[in-house]
């Protein structure tokens, strides 16, 4: 099986992916392979992951993922620091299980090109205006819902909804429904001025699409990506065909993920 390891930068990171090349290296059934992996091993936190998401985003039908964590306990990662060995164990033994969540299709038209940009996000997309307030128009599977005013709009996959979503206020959803989030950003609601004021959440079949006002160069981000220099005509947000996999060794069920991530691991009997 060939492995690759996407590591970040830091000290206590680095040792990590120097002792899985050492252990990989010795292994019989293992080869190192950055270019074309079966397994991708993320050395580092949810941001590493991230990173590694969308350095291979083009072949994400072909490779599952494993996340080890080197600082704070992160989302994605299942592996802590100190357990190389027994990660090594599981890929010697690696059966092809895996799990798969949900990623955000998002199609970006712009106002001073005819080309729309396809960009894939794991975690989520939000729109925003920096210096004023952002007024877009909102439509739902092509049907107007609402005009918006506020700081801005955040959109979600499920296993993204713990991420940005939550801290402003968006609900938590479980990855096994394929879904999408739309979170208001400080959306101002007055006598004047209304929108929803709840997060929505959409099924697979339908999508959203937002049309903000002409004026101000609006800043996009999808994940780690930003866009800021251009005026943006409209974005359109669904759930994927593509999906993300993980290998299954020992993946962590979700809500123990979520309670472990955000309050605790304290045991209950």
């Known amino acids: 099986m060939r492995i690759a390891i996407f590591s970040n930068k830091g000290e206590a990171s680095r040792k ?12 019989p059934s293992l080869l190192l392979d950055g270019l074309n992996p079966d397994i991708v091993i993320s050395v580092g936190g949810d941001g590493t992951l991230l990173s590694a998401f969308h350095h291979y985003i083009d072949r ?17 990662t299942d592996w802590r620091d100190y357990e190389v060995n027994e990660l090594v164990k599981s890929l010697e033994h690696d059966d092809g299980q895996s ?17 729309t940009d396809t960009i894939l996000a794991l975690n989520e997309s939000t ?3 920096p210096t004023n307030t952002m007024q877009a128009d909102i439509y739902i599977k092509g049907e107007f819902f609402e005009s918006f005013r506020g700081d801005g709009l955040c959109i979600s996959t499920p296993t993204g909804s713990t991420a940005y979503n939550k801290s402003v206020g968006g609900a938590i959803i479980n990855p096994q429904f394929d879904a999408i989030q739309v979170t208001e950003i400080a959306s101002i ?13 959409l099924p697979a079949d339908e999508w959203i699409r ?21 005026p943006i ?35 209950h009997d």
């Open 16 to 27: 990590v992916a120097d002792a899985l090349n050492k252990l990989i290296t010795k292994s």
């Open 210 to 230: 937002i049309v903000p006002e002409a004026g101000d160069t609006d800043v996009l981000t999808c994940d780690q990506l930003t866009v800021s220099d251009r």
């Open 127 to 129: 729109i925003k205006r």
């Open 99 to 115: 799990v798969s969540y949900p990623l955000l299709d998002v199609q970006v038209a712009y106002q001073d090109d005819e080309i």
């Open 60 to 76: 994400l039908e072909d490779i599952r993922f494993v996340g080890i964590h080197t600082g704070h306990l992160g989302f994605y």
């Open 189 to 201: 609601n007055n006598r004047v001025f209304r929108t929803i004021g709840s997060p929505l959440i």
């Open 233 to 267: 005509k409209s974005i359109s947000y669904r759930i994927s065909q593509q999906r993300i996999s993980f290998a299954q060794y020992r993946h962590t069920q979700f809500w123990k993920r979520v309670s472990g991530s955000f309050i605790g691991q304290g045991n």
